[in-house]
């Protein structure tokens, strides 16, 4: 295998990016129609509705949020919003440190916003280009843009129309997302030993899902699969 | 009331609480990059680091899949075998999306 280019930006990477997020553009739809009609629900204003959604930008975070959303705000208050934030979000500290090699000589300010639109989703795919040899940060991006902006999009709709919605259950579309990321588990599959963490992963997340209520699950199943696979040599 | 709580309790406690999730979701995006920049990744970390996007797919797909039972299983197995047989995502999520329509319309 020739050694892979160094990484690189380009524009018409925007281009590929956005053309490759496609994929996860019904489940980004579901979920932040979702978001966005149980926010109107819970009596969030469009603002706040749209803010959260702009943002802070990570959907399971969103959800547990308007769950212990104020009408008025304490001290205490906020830091409990915070805390929880960071318990539901900290799984992203691991998709950063993945990516610190492709981003190495990037600039400070494209890194930051590149970051700052990072979703699992956007990530898998961004990993699946890299695996496969790309190297230009420019397709991160405009994956990160184009989902990022179908995400607000969707909020607006789910707040003024989610009662419009059908029922997603009857066109299988509760499960989308999940669907979406067994399919990005194809192109990573490299034989059965590389996979041994994944197994370990999913084992823990089970344990942890049946004893814990919440998400803590997915970091606790994403922490057992890199353990073991710094054990498996 | 301190000024401070004033205007936390005003409208703009939204505003704050808002902030307050925005910034620590930042720093939970741009952590991984600031540590890993600092620290010498050694064959060991590499392959734990390897083994993360399938490890985060499993943690997160299994337990709603276990979830929702066989339907979910029959609906996530078609999804892969079409996607390993064309290698084409879009025709990946129909399968697994159609065969749970078709499973829950028939059921």
Same mark, same amino acid.
């Given at each position: ?107 400070? #300010?494209?890194?930051?916003?590149? @970051? %700052?639109? =990072?979703?699992? *989703?956007?990530?898998? /795919? ?5 695996? $496969? ?76 899902? #049946?004893?814990?209520?919440?998400? @803590? %699950?997915? =970091?606790?199943? *994403?922490?057992?699969? /890199? ?5 498996? $040599? | ?107």
């Amino acid at each position: 295998m020739p050694p892979a280019p160094r990484p690189y930006f380009s524009s018409s990477g925007l281009r590929q990016g956005a053309r490759a997020a496609l994929p996860a553009f019904p489940g980004f739809i579901m979920f932040a129609l979702a978001f966005g009609t149980a926010a109107a629900q819970k009596g969030l204003s469009l603002g706040e509705t749209l803010g959260l959604s702009a943002f802070v930008y990570a959907g399971a975070s969103q959800m547990v949020g308007i769950e212990i959303w104020q009408k008025v705000w304490t001290p205490g208050t906020i830091l409990t919003i915070m805390t929880v934030t960071a318990v539901v979000n900290a799984r992203m500290i691991l998709l950063g440190a993945t990516l610190q090699p492709w981003l190495r000589d990037e600039p400070l #300010a494209r890194s930051a916003l590149n @970051l %700052f639109l =990072i979703t699992e *989703a956007g990530w898998l /795919v961004g990993t699946r280009y890299h695996n $496969e040899g790309g190297r230009d940060v420019g397709v991160l991006l405009g994956c990160g843009l184009i989902l990022w902006l179908v995400w607000l999009v969707a909020t607006f709709t789910g707040y003024f129309a989610g009662a419009l919605v059908p029922e997603p259950r009857r066109f299988g579309l509760d499960l989308v997302m999940p669907v979406f990321f067994g399919v990005m588990l194809v192109p990573l599959w490299k034989g059965a030993k590389p996979a041994l963490p994944w197994l370990v992963a999913g084992l823990v997340s089970l344990v942890v899902h #049946a004893l814990v209520p919440g998400y @803590l %699950f997915i =970091i606790a199943g *994403a922490l057992a699969g /890199v353990a073991a696979g710094m054990l498996i $040599e | 009331m301190t000024a401070a709580g004033t205007i936390i309790a005003s409208p703009w406690g939204s505003v704050l609480a808002i902030a307050g999730m925005v910034l620590v979701t930042f720093l939970c995006r741009i952590a991984g990059v600031v540590v890993m920049s600092r620290v010498r990744i050694t064959p060991r970390i590499e392959r734990g680091l390897r083994a993360l996007p399938g490890s985060i797919i499993l943690a997160t797909i299994l337990p709603v899949v276990m979830d929702n039972g066989l339907p979910a299983i029959a609906a996530l197995a078609a999804a892969i075998i079409a996607m390993a047989v064309t290698r084409i995502d879009v025709i990946g999520l129909l399968a697994g999306l159609g065969t749970l329509a078709v499973i829950r319309a028939l059921g």
